[in-house]
């Protein structure tokens, strides 16, 4: 007999948060860390009317993300672009403690900007 295995989140804060930028180039937080808590994408989506490479992960090392989740997604100036990623009701986590991020390449200065939209949820860690 097959065996059903359900997860589910803990209980925390649901969110939907805006992140523009004319001037994308290095790594930046699209929304701060949690002491305690770990952010979990349920959705994602990137618009860009640049020539860029972005990515996104968890934690900002300055030089770059801690964590990359997704990318390098290549973009293209020419009329912009726009990719959504949907991980359904449970989403992808971010490493615990660590903010949301995004990592441009240098061409996302000239000639466009970058548009991100998270959806997701922030929960407590629970050992």
């Known amino acids: 007999m097959a065996q059903l295995t359900v997860h589910q989140l803990p209980s925390g804060s649901d969110f939907v948060y805006n992140y523009w930028v004319a001037d994308a180039s290095g790594c930046e937080d699209v929304l701060a860390a ?32 801690t964590t990359t989740l997704l990318g390098p997604i290549p973009f293209h100036a020419a009329g912009g672009c726009q990719v959504v990623f949907d991980f359904g009701k449970l989403g992808i986590k971010c490493t615990e403690g660590e903010a949301i991020a995004i990592d441009a390449s240098a061409d996302a200065t000239a000639g466009g900007g970058i548009s991100v939209v998270v959806e997701g949820r922030t929960c407590k860690t629970v050992n």
């Open 34 to 65: 949690v002491a305690g808590s770990s952010h979990y994408i349920r959705k994602i989506s990137i618009v860009c009317s640049a020539d860029a490479t972005v990515s996104i992960g968890s934690g900002n090392a300055g030089a770059g993300l």
